[in-house]
C-alpha cells in the first residue's frame, strides 16, 4: 500500500508541474476522438472522410475551451446530416439550440460529460458517466450528461432510419419529420437510461457527502446496484436487444472507475477516526475527524564522494583576502 500511495503523490506532483501541458493533450484527444468517432458513426459526408481534417480540427481546439469543441462537434454533425437528408439537418439543429441553450444555461463548464458520455457509449461502457460525476462534480452537472445521451440516441435513431431519409423526395415531405421526431421522442430505451444514469449521479453524489465512516465506497456500491437494477428491469419490461453482458461490464468499469477516483480524491484511514467537541458564547460544537492517508515522498541524499581540491589563489579570492595571509 505504501507504494501506490508514493507513486499517487508522485503522480500528482508531475500533474501540478506540467499541468499546462496536460490539459491541452487531454483537450486534444477528446476532441480527436470526437471527431473521428462521428465520421465513423455517420460518414454521409464523403469530403471529410480524410482523416487530416479531424487531426487538424482537433489541434485547433487544443488552444481553446472544451465548449468549443462541442460546438464544433455539432457543426460537425449537421454537416453529416445535411448531406444525407436536409429534413435529418433540421431537426437537429433545432434539437441542438434547444439543448445548448438549456446546456450553456446551467452547467456552461461541463462540456466534458458532454463530449465524453457519446463516446463511452460507443465503446458500450456509459455507466462511468453518472458514477463519475456523482463523485466528482457538481449535481447540476447530470444536465451535461443528459445532453450527451440525448445527442447519442438522436443519432442512433438517424442511423436506424438513414435509408428512409436518403430517399429522393416524395409527395409527402413531412414523413421523414415525422419518422424522426416520432422515433426520438417515443424512445423508450433513451428514457429508461436517462432515469436510470440521473438517479444514480444523484444517489452517488447524496451518499458520499454524508458523515458516514466509508461514505464514497458505500456510495459507489449503492449507486451502480441502482443502476443496473434500472437497466436490466427496462430490458426485461421493454424487450429491448440490449447484451446483458455489457451492462454488467460497464457497471464493472464505473465501480473500478469510481474506487480510482476514491484513491486519488479521498482516501482516508477511518482506523483512526477521532471525534472531539467544544463550544462557544454560542453554539456546542461536534466534530469527527478522519484523517487522510498520506505519505511523505523520500528524501534523495547525495553523498559527495569526490570533493575538488582548492587551491590555495582560489580560497583567497573566494575570501577575498591575501594569499599571503594562508602561507602562514
Not at 476532441?31 to 482523416?51: E, T, V, W
Not at 462541442?70 to 439550440?97: K, R
Not at 422515433?183 to 436510470?196: F, S, W
Not at 467537541?277 to 553523498?303: G, M, R
Request: hydrophobic letters at 55%; proline letters at 3%; a neutral charge.
Amino acid at each position: 500500500m505504501t507504494q501506490l500511495l508514493e507513486m499517487r503523490e508522485r503522480l500528482r506532483s508531475i500533474y501540478g508541474r506540467f499541468e499546462i501541458y496536460f490539459i491541452p493533450a487531454i483537450r486534444f484527444v477528446l476532441a480527436l476522438a470526437a471527431f473521428l468517432a462521428i465520421n465513423q458513426s455517420l460518414g454521409y459526408m464523403k469530403k471529410l472522410a480524410n482523416p487530416v481534417i479531424p487531426i487538424v480540427l482537433a489541434l485547433a481546439c487544443t488552444f481553446f475551451p472544451i465548449s468549443c469543441t462541442v460546438l464544433l462537434a455539432a457543426v460537425l454533425i449537421l454537416a453529416h446530416l445535411a448531406a444525407l437528408s436536409l429534413e435529418a439537418a433540421v431537426i437537429g439543429l433545432l434539437l441542438f439550440v434547444l439543448m445548448f441553450l438549456v446546456y450553456f444555461r446551467f452547467v456552461p463548464k461541463g462540456s466534458y460529460s458532454t463530449l465524453v458520455t457519446p463516446l463511452l457509449y460507443c465503446v458500450r461502457i456509459p455507466q462511468i458517466v453518472p458514477t463519475a460525476l456523482g463523485l466528482g462534480a457538481k449535481l447540476h452537472s447530470v444536465v451535461a450528461m443528459v445532453c450527451g445521451m440525448i445527442t447519442f440516441y438522436f443519432l442512433k435513431v438517424v442511423k436506424a432510419n438513414d435509408t428512409l431519409l436518403a430517399m429522393a423526395e416524395t409527395e409527402e415531405e413531412t414523413s421523414k419529420f415525422s419518422v424522426l421526431l416520432h422515433a426520438l421522442l417515443e424512445n423508450q430505451e433513451m428514457y429508461v437510461a436517462i432515469v436510470a444514469f440521473v438517479l444514480t449521479a444523484i444517489v452517488i453524489h447524496v451518499i458520499r457527502r454524508q458523515s458516514v465512516d466509508y461514505a464514497w465506497p458505500l456510495a459507489i456500491a449503492i449507486g451502480n446496484v441502482l443502476n443496473l437494477a434500472i437497466l436490466l428491469a427496462g430490458i426485461f419490461i421493454l424487450d429491448t436487444k440490449e447484451n446483458i453482458l455489457w451492462i454488467f461490464l460497464g457497471t464493472a468499469a464505473a465501480v473500478v472507475i469510481g474506487l480510482l477516483m476514491q484513491f486519488f480524491l479521498f482516501h482516508l484511514d477511518y482506523l483512526r477516526t477521532e471525534r472531539v467537541q467544544f463550544e462557544d458564547d454560542e453554539y456546542y460544537y461536534y466534530v469527527k475527524a478522519v484523517p487522510k492517508v498520506y505519505v511523505h515522498s523520500k528524501e534523495k541524499k547525495v553523498k559527495q564522494i569526490n570533493r575538488r581540491s582548492i587551491n590555495k589563489k582560489e580560497l583567497a579570492e573566494e575570501f577575498d583576502i591575501s594569499q599571503d595571509l594562508l602561507d602562514d
